[in-house]
């Protein structure tokens, strides 16, 4: 009689998707296209022939360009590279930046009040003397504000001639980020098991209003994943909260999970794994968060906040507010919490945080405001001619003018009535002056030659001037300079800043806390670079797989 082996599988025993996955399609993609700058100062140059010019000049054919070769030759116009970066889980839509910068050996001096001309950006290289391009994955156009006056320099040659334009590109295909079976536990069951265990957790509602999950099992290596729309924002902590769904788990098997999760959540050196560990949980895992609401930590109160905003209860507001008026270390992470939150609560704590003296805390607010709401009265911006959307905000902090220089082209003002001197003189490029008036307003005015001047008098404060510059058909960087010099003359007697974005790479140390030494930190970065090794052997795994088999696999470049 022969015997049956009916044990379980490794895959079918308690585990969670990290232990039998690895994460793919990490990488940041670069995308480039050749594109040319129209509208220079007599400052660009006619390039020699290469791959990039005969690429340049077939598509201005294509696009019935009258005389192209006479145009790209006119010192007006300039040939140009327009480079975009990709992150993984990157939406169809979504806006990009555009680097734009010169060929090596080209002969412009300057992309100042230049405007790049619609071009495609994908994967391209030279092979056989010829630009070879592949899909299109970014469209995109726009006027470019150079690195000289988003470094606030004007000593350096090379930053004439390179700049960006900001969100002008738009994403004409989604950047998927994968899960490959580890080697030892590849079929077409466990793929679909894992599958099944991530839908479970993670899915969302269609047009139709039928539950989709993001996983979708392809085959017995790969699962192909969409980011959840809480995690649009922060794609790394969707793949380490997917990481930690369990697989398998009887209900005995889920308290105990949850029981360990909680007892790591109240150490600080664990408090970060823990509170994801929860967090991978679902809704069993709320009051075991709620109680590192209580702790004495900081950081352990703010994981939980945090993961409790994951799982959108209202009961993260307090902690998320408290960091973001006032730890530096964890504002990054509390505004892109706070916007994961639907209570309408976190709207009032947002404008509250408006008011706060620290730039970073005020803008963040800002900006999570405007993520969320959109043209909510408080943060209602005015287009300005198309060139720039300025946003003035009440505020009781002191005066602040804050320009974004990522994204979009944007000004915040914080204050109302902000005193412009009207004794300061300003000598601008393109013939634009600012100057006071004797009845104590400000006169700005646009001299260009075979034209008629144009002067425009307005009332001495920063919105005003504003509006004054745009009508003197000033853009956006023109805007920039005229405040940057008012205020290095000492005209305007506010703070003025530029990107004031906190970021992700602080850190918090546990040396402040009691009866501790060392940094939570390490835990994150063992963690980090655990997925960071896992996804390199896969992608080494799968290119190798790919090559003998002939087909692309999906996460090789997209």
């Known amino acids: 009689m022969a015997i049956v082996d009916e044990s379980p599988a490794d895959w079918e025993l ?3 998707v990290g232990d039998l996955t690895v994460p793919v399609g990490l990488q940041v993609a670069k995308i480039q296209g050749v594109s040319m700058v129209t509208g220079l100062d007599n400052t660009g ?4 022939p290469s791959p990039l010019q005969e690429a340049l000049l077939n598509e201005m054919r294509i696009r019935k360009i009258a005389q192209p070769n006479t145009e790209l030759a006119s010192p007006r116009t300039s040939l140009v590279i327009a480079e975009a970066y990709i992150v993984p889980g990157a939406r169809v839509g979504q806006r990009v930046d555009l680097r734009v910068l010169t060929s090596r050996d080209s002969e412009t001096t300057s992309l100042v009040d230049g405007w790049m001309l619609e071009t495609s950006l994908s994967e391209s290289a030279v092979l056989e003397g010829r630009l070879r391009k592949g899909e299109t ?12 006056i988003r470094e606030g320099r004007d000593d350096s040659e090379i930053l004439l001639k390179r700049g960006v334009i900001l969100g002008g590109g738009i994403l004409k295909k989604d950047r998927p980020i994968g ?5 030892e536990n590849v079929s077409v069951q466990a793929s679909a098991r894992v599958g099944q265990s991530i839908n479970s957790r993670f899915f969302s509602y269609q047009n139709g209003g039928g539950k989709t999950g993001v996983a979708n099992p392809l085959d017995d ?9 809480k995690y649009f924002e922060n794609v790394p902590r969707f793949l380490r909260v997917v990481r930690y769904i369990p697989i398998g788990d009887t209900t005995e098997e889920r308290l105990q999970r949850i029981q360990n999760a909680e007892a790591e959540l109240m150490i600080p050196e664990s408090a970060e794994a823990g509170a994801m560990k929860l967090e991978a949980l679902g809704k069993d895992s709320l009051d075991s968060l709620k109680k590192g609401l209580a702790s004495k930590s900081p950081l352990v109160r703010f994981c939980a906040a945090e993961a409790l905003a994951y799982l959108d209860d209202p009961a993260a507001i307090p902690t998320l507010t408290e960091a973001a008026r006032s730890q530096s270390e964890f504002r990054h992470r509390a505004y892109i919490a706070f916007g994961t939150l639907d209570d309408l609560t976190v709207i009032d704590e947002l404008e509250g945080l408006l008011h706060c003296e620290s730039a970073e805390a005020r803008y963040g607010a800002f900006d999570t405001l405007l993520e969320k709401t959109g043209k909510a009265p408080i943060i209602r911006g005015v287009d300005m001619k198309g060139k720039f959307v300025f946003h003035p905000i009440r505020s009781k902090a002191s005066p602040l003018v804050h320009f974004r220089l990522s994204e979009r082209p944007e000004v915040v003002v914080f204050g109302d009535n902000i005193p412009v001197r009207t004794d ?3 000598l601008m490029p393109k ?20 034209r008629e001047n144009r002067s425009f008098v307005c ?3 920063v919105t005003e001037l504003i509006k004054g510059v745009v009508d003197a058909d000033g853009d956006y960087p023109e805007v920039m300079k005229v405040i940057y010099s008012l205020k290095q003359q000492g005209a305007i007697d506010a703070r003025v800043e530029a990107d004031s974005l906190a970021h992700n790479d602080r850190v918090y140390f546990l040396e402040r806390e009691e009866d501790s030494d060392s940094d939570y930190a390490d835990d994150e970065m063992l963690e980090e670079e655990a997925v960071a090794e896992d996804a390199e052997a896969a992608e080494s795994e799968e290119i190798a797989a790919g090559e003998k088999s002939g087909d692309k696999s999906w996460w090789r470049f997209w």
């Open 179 to 183: 899960l490959a079976m580890r080697a």
């Open 221 to 229: 290596k790969k699962i192909e994943l969409r980011v959840h729309p």
């Open 431 to 450: 013939g634009l002056t600012v100057t006071g008036t004797t009845d104590g307003k400000i006169k700005v005015t646009r001299v260009v030659a075979g």
């Open 45 to 48: 140059s006619d390039p020699a």
């Open 459 to 461: 009332e001495p404060t």
């Open 137 to 148: 994955f970014v469209r995109g156009h726009g006027a470019i504000l150079t690195d000289n």
């Open 424 to 426: 300061a003189i300003l």
């Open 14 to 16: 308690s585990r969670v």
